[in-house]
């Protein structure tokens, strides 16, 4: 399957599933919330969420006094993140060609976003997200991830069946972001666990 038509499969998903995603976010705003913490952000600066679902992170950013911005692929999510969380500065856009000059922002911030593309897609995601970064500036990922033990282990095996052979409109997976941030150049990487499964990556351009 080429990349427009994957894209255009994901775009149809999160349209249909627009109206239901505020039942997810209320799994995943733990961690959405200390993905945030996780970034660091401060007093004014420049921040650019990827694929921002509901907006929940760019509430969270502003409460911060920082300027934020918002690209979603889901026209179906814009309506509904402007609807719930009276969300400004958001638009419809190419994650792998951001509408932004080189060197635009502070933090390049996404979450459970580049798990659901391909290790080549991954490379050019994030590649994207350098060229926006200001030098020195971070890229932060929060995404599903692999845990230790037999039990996670035995869970993550099930989720990966119930996706790959039940719902698979389901794109997410469990990934080690670490390896695709080296790959990609990335400097001073980091890593913490946010809640069951997921983890905030960070790396500096």
Wanted: hydrophobic share 35%.
């Amino acid at each position: 399957m080429s990349r427009i038509d994957y894209i255009s499969g994901i775009k149809s998903f999160y349209d249909s599933f627009s109206h239901f995603y505020s039942f997810v976010s209320l799994i995943d705003h733990k961690p959405k919330h200390r993905g945030v913490s996780f970034s660091d952000p401060k007093k004014g600066d420049r921040i650019l969420c990827i694929g921002f679902g509901l907006g929940e992170e760019i509430k969270f950013f502003k409460k911060q006094e920082c300027d934020t911005y918002g690209i979603e692929l889901s026209q179906g999510m814009i309506k509904r993140a402007r609807k719930k969380n009276s969300i400004e500065n958001i638009a419809k856009g190419d994650t792998f060609s951001l509408p932004f000059k080189d060197k635009s922002f502070d933090i390049i911030y996404s979450c459970f976003l580049i798990d659901i593309f391909d290790d080549n897609s991954i490379a050019t995601l994030l590649k994207e997200m350098r060229r926006v970064a200001k030098k020195g500036g971070k890229i932060i990922s929060v995404n599903n991830t692999f845990e230790q033990g037999m039990i996670s282990k035995a869970l993550v095996a099930y989720y990966l069946f119930v996706k790959d052979n039940l719902y698979t409109r389901m794109k997410t997976r469990p990934i080690i972001a670490e390896n695709y941030f080296r790959k990609a150049d990335l400097k001073d990487i980091k890593q913490k666990k946010v809640s069951w499964g997921a983890e905030a990556v960070s790396g500096k351009s």
